[in-house]
């Protein structure tokens, strides 16, 4: 996959984790990103110990099932961190 795949598929990945997990989360656009990239990551290494076989092409359904694995996994690991209290009101 290319940079702007990986890209594409952060933001979608970002953005259904955070439907699924609704709350006050970091917000923007870049860290749904992030979160959906890093996500993909890391269900690369679920995918990887459990199936044999991490992240595959981009249309690949088992990627986007992952991807959004992670980005669950790691808005939950945000939330236990923080503690649920997202971000300062000013």
Same mark, same amino acid.
């Given at each position: 996959m290319g940079i702007l795949g990986w890209i594409v598929l952060?933001?979608?990945a970002g953005l259904i984790?955070?439907?699924i997990?609704?709350?006050?989360?970091?917000?923007g656009?870049?860290?749904? =990103?992030?979160?959906? *990239?890093? #996500?993909?990551i890391i269900g690369g @290494? =679920?995918?990887?110990? *459990?199936? #044999?076989g991490g992240l595959g092409s @981009?249309?690949?359904?088992?990627?986007?099932?992952?991807s959004i694995l992670g980005a669950v996994i790691l808005l939950a690991i945000y939330?236990?961190?923080t503690g649920g209290r997202g971000r300062a009101r000013v």
């Open positions: 952060g933001l979608v984790a955070k439907a997990m609704p709350g006050r989360d970091p917000g656009i870049i860290i749904t =990103i992030l979160i959906g *990239i890093v #996500g993909a @290494f =679920i995918g990887n110990a *459990i199936f #044999g @981009f249309f690949d359904l088992r990627t986007w099932l992952l939330r236990a961190v």
